[in-house]
């Protein structure tokens, strides 16, 4: 925003050089963009652009930033006088004020400017205004606009004479309505669109634009002048859905003074009289609905010393506090109450306050100190160490941490996780984060995408967040982890040469991830998965509750992500580790009697799963198994139709032992009998 020197200088006496006075707004937190010099031979030519953060719309205004010049260079703030001649009409004979919707509306004021004659605004006006960029229009409309960035309070005025029964009617539109801008744009508006009516239809639209129908032009007579406090929230919904920001809404969606509304009136009324002519009516209607209550904040000068390292004077952020508008009562000198002033939106904490004094004492006073050292393990919970080994054990299987918003699209995340509506946000920022994700993988093939587009021949990510599913009142919360491997593999060693990521290579990163955290209770199940699933492959068990799962994801899903080669994934729910999660690493010694290896080959039907086939070992055979796997799988000559030999190799070891010959081959009969009765399974041969 642009700032007058000269303007300013109009409310505090500063006679420090602009360039000092950038650096110390700077200080205060208003940032120096620039300083842009009319005449670089002139002082009082320099305009300042400054960025006013959304938080602070009382320095949207030269009366706000020269407020913050006279606590920062303790110095007077010179208010502006209102000057409205006496002995006027009766605003109420002149005009009719209404308020059908006091929700949206807390304040509206109006008064009457009649007999004015519209012309070109005097030099001194037209030159402020458009040396901070605004366009002069005619001496009525000028005006309003001058009172704006003196005041930071948004005017409306009307021609009179073209209301319909001189009434003003604030009252939210109407079905079938429409409007006519300022702009030459005719509006639909929505139901809930609080606009200004006369007695027939909508002639503004609150606090964001006035009518053409109503326009001052150079045949207007009598103006009636609008002063009033909107709520934020419905100027913003109508700003946005209509396309339309003005210096107006601006003000109005980030919280304008409501205590102003009255100040502004007047002191716009009174010039529009000295300038354009005309007699003003008076006494100002003021409907107040919704009076705002006085907000009172406590703070305590001890506490201020703590979160600043230092003891700043009392008398000092008494001084300060006040320059800024705050009325300190400091009859309790340790615990003061501070009245916040109405332009104050931002300040309701005692933390506020403190950060008052802060920027006004000067962050650079702070002194630097070393922090104390603590035990490096203090504050760090079990939920927390358990998060870092999951992170850990990820980053050992090679692969990358990927963050990602919780922010999710619908579609994106019902695609993959059909089961699970997504949670709508009431606000969305965009149509592609309008849900809270169910799901972390949406993020993740997002982000494979991204990198393969770009040339990468492999992806290897994972995540750690957040997922949030439906439940009564607030949304519920499950932590996950996931993971996403596709193109090129890791090249483990040279010599075993370049291939491409496959399921096996995803498994291979959940069974690191099971060995390495312990987890004793997760298993792969064996159900089928159909074959229109978003992600085809096993489910991860618990404790035979559904932790997760792992698989190739679709041809539909990737060409939704615009994925041309096969994507494996993995998901799994942390939350349900809470109960299983060991206390630290265990480690055991090395094994002292040796192992003893059986080879069987199974003939067995392709609707066994080797997952049924490892659970049927592991569960009959009377000796411990140190190792089971898979080392061949056949079909062909000598293995019947819808049949499959699978090899396998079983590792017996036990730990205090050596085994004999007579009992391995028990085992093993055991082991060929349970298979036969549980899994229909024979040796082959």
């Not at 060409?559 to 993995?570: A, G, K, S, T, Y």
Request: net charge negative.
């Amino acid at each position: 925003m642009r700032f007058s020197h000269e303007w300013l200088l109009e409310y505090v006496p500063i006679d420090a050089p602009p360039d000092e006075i950038g650096r110390r707004l700077t200080a205060a937190g208003l940032p120096l963009d620039g300083i842009e010099w009319r005449d670089p031979a002139e002082p009082l030519s320099a305009v300042y652009d400054l960025d006013v953060f959304t938080n602070r719309p009382d320095c949207m205004n030269h009366l706000g930033v020269a407020r913050e010049l006279a606590a920062l260079y303790d110095l007077t703030l010179r208010v502006p006088g209102a000057r409205v001649p006496a002995g006027g009409p009766p605003t109420e004979d002149a005009a009719r004020v209404e308020i059908e919707a006091p929700a949206l509306c807390a304040r509206y004021a109006a008064r009457c400017v009649l007999g004015v004659r519209v012309g070109p605004s005097p030099d001194w006006m037209r030159t402020r205004l458009e040396a901070i960029g605004q366009r002069s229009i005619n001496n009525v409309v000028d005006v309003t606009n001058y009172v704006l960035w003196e005041m930071g309070q948004p005017l409306h005025p009307f021609d009179r004479d073209r209301l319909e029964d001189r009434r003003i009617v604030v009252r939210t539109a109407r079905a079938g309505e429409t409007l006519v801008t300022l702009d030459g744009v005719e509006r639909r508006l929505a139901a809930d669109t609080l606009v200004i009516a006369d007695g027939r239809a909508p002639v503004a639209l609150a606090g964001i634009m006035g009518g053409h129908a109503s326009e001052i032009g150079p045949q207007t007579r009598n103006v009636l002048l609008e002063s009033a406090w909107f709520e934020p929230l419905s100027v913003r919904r109508t700003s946005k859905r209509l396309g339309l920001h003005t210096d107006a809404s601006h003000r109005f969606e980030r919280g304008a003074d409501p205590e102003a509304t009255l100040r502004a009136l007047d002191r716009a009324a009174g010039m529009i009289a000295e300038i354009a002519g005309g007699q003003v009516t008076d006494p100002p209607i003021d409907l107040r609905p919704r009076p705002e209550a006085a907000r009172v904040a406590t703070l305590r000068p001890s506490r201020a010393t703590v979160l600043l390292g230092r003891a700043p004077a009392a008398a000092v952020m008494g001084r300060t506090l006040e320059r800024l508008g705050f009325v300190v009562d400091a009859g309790n000198p340790a615990l003061w109450s501070v009245r916040v002033p109405s332009f104050r939106r931002d300040v309701s904490r005692e933390v506020d306050l403190i950060e008052e004094v802060a920027r006004h004492t000067g962050y650079d006073a702070i002194p630097s100190s070393l922090p104390c050292l603590h035990d490096p393990e203090a504050g760090r919970n079990a939920r927390t160490e358990f998060a870092e080994r999951v992170r850990a054990a990820l980053l050992g299987a090679g692969l990358t941490e990927a963050m990602n918003f919780a922010m999710a699209d619908r579609d994106e995340c019902l695609l993959l996780d059909p089961g699970t509506p997504p949670v709508a946000i009431e606000n969305p920022l965009s149509s592609v984060a309008a849900s809270l994700r169910t799901t972390l993988l949406p993020g993740l093939l997002r982000n494979a995408a991204h990198n393969l587009n770009r040339g990468a021949a492999g992806c290897h990510l994972f995540e750690m967040g957040r997922v949030f599913q439906p439940a009564a009142g607030r949304p519920a919360e499950r932590l996950r982890a996931a993971g996403l491997m596709t193109g090129r593999a890791i090249l483990s060693h040279w010599s075993l040469g370049r291939r491409e990521v496959d399921l096996y290579d995803a498994r291979g990163v959940v069974e690191l991830l099971v060995e390495r955290l312990e987890w004793s209770h997760l298993r792969f199940s064996s159900d089928r998965i159909s074959a229109d699933a978003p992600v085809a492959g096993p489910r991860v068990l618990a404790e035979g509750a559904d932790a997760g799962g792992l698989g190739e994801v679709s041809a539909a899903v990737r060409r939704r992500f615009e994925l041309d080669r096969p994507v494996f994934v993995f998901e799994i729910d942390l939350d349900w580790a809470e109960r299983d999660r060991p206390a630290g690493r265990r480690f055991a010694g090395l094994p002292r009697f040796p192992a003893v290896r059986r080879d069987l080959a199974l003939v067995v039907a392709d609707t066994v799963t080797v997952i049924e086939v490892e659970d049927a070992i592991r569960s009959a055979s009377a000796l411990p198994i140190a190792d089971l796997q898979v080392f061949d799988r056949y079909r062909g000559e000598g293995v019947p139709p819808g049949h499959a030999s699978v090899a396998l190799q079983i590792v017996f070891q036990h730990p205090e032992r050596t085994l004999e010959a007579d009992e391995v081959q028990a085992a093993q009969e055991t082991i060929v009998k349970a298979l036969a009765a549980r899994v229909g399974a024979r040796l082959r041969g």
